[in-house]
């Protein structure tokens, strides 16, 4: 069971709903997910229960990023041993990965507003001016405005690993551009997971059909628990419409590899399900269609073709 946010060929707004694990599709009394994420974790509850309206055609709907409105998406780093070692090994200045790790405060940075997400099937992007690029296959916790955690995703934070490597000031940079967020395919309610630290995670890229990096990891492997990245998220800032918090990656692939145009990449996350995206240039031209209709995307229509 996933919250999904779609396009319907009946409307021309997004639309909320809820996906059964068959794949039957029942809209939600919401008119987006920053609605959905000003209610209570037990009001969610209530209400996503309480979708008993009629199917709609699920094969003519357009699945789009689940967030919206003033929902923030964040981020937080080096919560996994192999981060962690990987960042040591591409920086000019090793020590402050090593030192993060260990830290109390746990590094928290900025990532999307919603509007620059990409979903299912849309393009992600890697920078012109970088040379080692990587997908970052992540758990996002979905946090209501109260800050309670009332369901999970997935993430790709994709990043640049030669310029966060060059100076970790650069980091915004590496992090934040074009094509850098993808969230989806939707969110699946805290109440369906049985265990969030226990949550197998995998990465696949394809070039020309065939596989050149994979792995896998397990959510039981971070070294920070879920509440206290919320708890340092939320210490001095508020989320009038929630906030996706993803959680650091534990798969970094050899320096070797970086990804490039025409790739594809899958996450898949046990119970969550998998987020696929092709990998496009990060120019204003491959990703014009994300700006000013956010709310009205439609890439195929700027010739980029979902899969
Ligand atoms: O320290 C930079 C970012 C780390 C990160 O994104 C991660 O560990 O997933
Ligand atoms: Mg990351």
Redesign the pocket.
């Known amino acids: 069971m996933q919250i999904i946010r779609y396009l319907s060929p009946l409307s021309p707004q997004p639309q909320v709903g809820l996906q059964s694990t068959d794949g039957e599709v029942r809209p939600l009394p919401a008119g987006s997910i920053a609605e959905l994420l000003r209610l209570s974790r037990a009001d969610l509850q209530t209400l996503v229960e309480s979708a008993d309206g009629p199917a709609v055609d699920a094969g003519s709907l357009r699945l789009l990023p689940p967030v919206d409105g003033l929902t923030e998406v964040w981020?937080?780093?080096?919560?996994?041993l192999r981060?962690?070692e990987a960042?040591q090994e591409e920086s000019q200045v090793a020590d402050?990965?090593s030192r993060?790790y260990d830290a109390e405060r746990p590094?928290l940075?900025f990532k999307s507003p919603a509007w620059r997400v990409v979903g299912y099937g849309e393009p992600i992007g890697i920078r012109e001016d970088s040379a080692v690029d990587v997908p970052?296959p992540?758990l996002a916790l979905v946090i209501n405005a109260e800050g309670e955690i009332v369901g999970l995703s997935i993430c790709d934070?994709v990043?640049s690993r030669s310029i966060?490597g060059e100076n970790?000031l650069y980091?915004p940079q590496?992090?934040v551009y074009s094509g850098a967020c993808a969230l989806g395919p939707g969110i699946t309610p805290i109440w369906a997971v049985a265990d969030v630290t226990a949550l197998d995670i995998e990465v696949g890229v394809e070039r020309a059909g065939v596989p050149v990096w994979t792995g896998t990891t397990s959510t039981g492997l971070i070294r920070r628990g879920f509440d206290e990245l919320v708890t340092y998220l939320r210490r001095a800032a508020i989320f009038p419409d929630g906030v996706l918090l993803?959680?650091?990656?534990g798969l970094?692939p050899d320096l070797t590899f970086t990804l490039e145009v025409g790739d594809r990449v899958d996450v898949t996350i046990s119970g969550l399900g998998t987020l696929s995206n092709p990998v496009l240039p990060a120019t204003a031209e491959a990703f014009a269609w994300l700006t000013p209709a956010a709310d009205r995307r439609a890439p195929t229509d700027a010739g980029v073709a979902p899969f």
């Open positions: 981020a937080s780093g080096v919560t996994y981060s962690s960042r402050v990965y993060v590094e940075f970052e992540e934070d990043s966060e970790p980091l590496a992090k993803s959680t650091g990656t970094v």
